[in-house]
């Protein structure tokens, strides 16, 4: 019976090594640095490898979802249809998002994609609003857990170029004539949305005389 005794824990102690072996796999393939990137509202999620991973044996499945807040005011009573969300810690402030918005979505053009990064700029066109993205990697059939960005909001977390500026010369005068970025988003006919649209934009022209006195 002895050695029945020995084959047993010999086959208990191979599983839980294996159990206990994989966890460390796993976050060594778990994706860093997971975060947005926006600039005009252009929003690419980027990512690195995970430590485990080198060259291009490794890919990649991109998520992301939304938040709709419901109410960004200090207000003790929950609005019909929302759970209350944790994004203000303020003492007796609370935001609430809606219920059923807290699933998270496939993104079909980076679902098994080998790049490090993932245009989500049409899925979070609704730039007022907190998104999160996440992803996962893959590599010799082991799998890494999920790697979450920190929320992002387009609106408040986006950089905005400076215009393109022409200058001609009309009658001895200067005439300046700014551009501001045009958005990803278009109107119904096609047309670019100016981002006029989103913010009122000021500046400052300012005109330096290089030349030098004899």
Known sequence: MRPKHCFLGFLISFFLTG?????????SLKPQRVQFQSRNFHNILQWQPGRALTGNSSVYFVQYKIVFLCNMKSSHQKPSGCWQHTSCNLPGCRTWAKYGQRRWENKEDCWGTQELFCDLTSETSDIQEPYYGRVRAASAGSYSDWSMTPRFTPWWETKIDPPVMNITQVNGSLLVILHAPNLPYRYQKEKNI?????????????????????
Do not use: C, M, W
């Open 19 to 27: 159990v206990a072996g994989t966890q460390p796999a796993r976050e």
């Open 194 to 214: 100016p981002i006029e649209d989103y913010y009122e934009l000021v500046y400052r022209v300012f005109i330096i005389n290089n030349s030098l006195e004899k």
